[in-house]
């Protein structure tokens, strides 16, 4: 790491130590004589190296559009990906000052500059390789799917506690995915863009008055529709598997206020896509059956039951919605 600092980017008298942060990658925070930077080390079997350049370059379109993105830091090169090796990146960025909520505990304005930084960020991302439509995995996919990864966690279902809650999770994807097959078939097609991929609490930094100061973590870039990135980090962040907390509604006025064209349409179809698409989501659980080495502990955690919260109350929360926009609307 040391050598990588002196011979790449010129900073030979750098301190170097490891954040205690992220679920796939490792992050190293760099202290200079002039500034503070932080340095990205990739999981080289999940990120290769053109995926990784793709993420630096987005992230630098997002900054010169305004978006509190930390600037990534050329290499003396002149490249925003170093590789010390074949496959392994590291990329170096400017260190944000900033604090990350806690889960559940996010205040109603912070709450809101989080809507209202996604509504920007998506706006700007919908310019990128525009995709027509999103096919949702039909049900007869997903009903197989679920059955073959039950059938792989079955012989290891007593193994550890961690496969117990597996295989009871697996079982209960397949009985609500059956349960969906109606609502399913009436999902409407919804159009897909680039978005952040990992929106949540983790990868937002806030200053003292609760307002976003930088978005972090582009490395899961994908192209869905909007509204499940909106509706993921509804579910991760004001959802407490008992309710929906009030800062939700805060939330989605942030993201009204701000998203381009947002219309009865498409937040009619929120809560029914997070319903289905909740239940056919397989990982962690799909990469420690099929790929067992690439598999890390630290994704136990995010192997959990889900109930029908969201099933059962569509009406209303979707009611909430459509008059929080109207509201917005009006303005």
């Given at each position: 790491?040391?050598?990588?600092l002196?011979?790449?980017?010129?900073?030979?008298?750098?301190?170097?130590?490891?954040?205690?942060?992220?679920?796939?990658?490792?992050?190293?925070?760099?202290q200079?004589?002039?500034?503070?930077?932080?340095?990205?080390?990739?999981?080289?079997?999940?990120?290769?190296?053109?995926?990784?350049?793709?993420?630096?370059?987005?992230?630098?379109?997002?900054?010169?559009?305004?978006?509190?993105?930390?600037?990534?830091?050329?290499?003396?090169?002149?490249?925003?990906?170093?590789?010390?090796?074949?496959?392994?990146?590291?990329?170096l960025?400017?260190?944000?000052?900033?604090?990350?909520?806690?889960?559940?505990?996010?205040?109603?304005?912070?709450?809101?500059?989080?809507?209202?930084?996604?509504?920007?960020?998506?706006?700007?991302?919908?310019?990128?390789?525009?995709v027509?439509?999103?096919?949702?995995?039909?049900?007869?996919t997903?009903?197989?799917?679920?059955?073959?990864l039950?059938?792989?966690?079955?012989?290891?279902?007593?193994?550890?506690?961690?496969?117990?809650?597996?295989?009871?999770?697996l079982?209960?994807?397949?009985?609500?995915?059956?349960?969906?097959?109606?609502?399913?078939a009436?999902l409407?097609?919804?159009?897909?863009?680039?978005?952040h991929?990992?929106?949540?609490?983790?990868?937002?930094?806030?200053d003292?008055?609760?307002?976003?100061?930088?978005?972090?973590?582009?490395?899961?870039?994908?192209?869905?529709?909007?509204?499940?990135?909106?509706?993921?980090?509804?579910?991760?962040?004001?959802?407490?598997?008992?309710?929906?907390?009030?800062?939700?509604?805060?939330?989605?006025?942030?993201?009204?206020?701000?998203?381009?064209?947002?219309?009865?349409?498409?937040?009619?179809?929120?809560?029914?896509?997070?319903?289905?698409?909740?239940?056919?989501?397989?990982?962690?659980?799909?990469?420690?059956?099929?790929?067992?080495?690439?598999?890390?502990?630290?994704?136990?955690?995010?192997?959990?039951?889900?109930?029908?919260?969201?099933?059962?109350?569509?009406?209303?929360?979707?009611?909430?919605?459509?008059?929080?926009?109207?509201?917005?609307?009006?303005?």
């Amino acid at each position: 790491m040391k050598a990588l600092l002196t011979d790449t980017y010129l900073m030979p008298n750098a301190m170097i130590s490891e954040i205690a942060y992220g679920m796939m990658n490792h992050n190293y925070l760099v202290q200079t004589q002039d500034d503070t930077y932080v340095l990205k080390a990739y999981s080289a079997h999940l990120y290769p190296p053109d995926r990784v350049r793709r993420v630096c370059s987005v992230q630098k379109m997002l900054r010169q559009s305004g978006l509190p993105v930390p600037d990534v830091i050329a290499t003396a090169a002149g490249e925003l990906v170093a590789e010390s090796k074949p496959g392994c990146c590291y990329v170096l960025s400017r260190f944000v000052l900033g604090q990350h909520p806690q889960r559940l505990h996010i205040r109603a304005a912070a709450a809101f500059s989080m809507g209202h930084t996604l509504g920007r960020l998506h706006h700007v991302l919908e310019r990128m390789d525009r995709v027509t439509d999103y096919a949702v995995m039909d049900w007869e996919t997903a009903m197989d799917r679920t059955e073959q990864l039950l059938r792989l966690a079955e012989p290891h279902r007593h193994a550890t506690g961690v496969d117990e809650i597996a295989y009871q999770v697996l079982q209960s994807q397949l009985a609500a995915i059956e349960r969906l097959a109606v609502l399913r078939a009436g999902l409407p097609k919804l159009p897909a863009q680039w978005v952040h991929g990992d929106y949540q609490e983790t990868n937002l930094l806030f200053d003292k008055d609760d307002q976003i100061t930088a978005v972090i973590d582009f490395d899961n870039l994908r192209c869905v529709p909007r509204g499940l990135e909106l509706m993921r980090t509804m579910h991760l962040c004001f959802y407490n598997r008992r309710e929906l907390l009030p800062e939700a509604y805060d939330f989605f006025a942030g993201y009204a206020a701000t998203a381009n064209g947002l219309t009865t349409d498409e937040v009619e179809a929120l809560v029914p896509y997070w319903t289905y698409q909740e239940q056919i989501t397989d990982w962690p659980m799909r990469t420690r059956y099929e790929q067992p080495d690439k598999y890390d502990p630290r994704w136990d955690r995010f192997i959990q039951i889900s109930n029908d919260f969201w099933e059962t109350h569509r009406g209303p929360v979707t009611e909430r919605f459509l008059k929080i926009l109207r509201t917005s609307n009006n303005k």
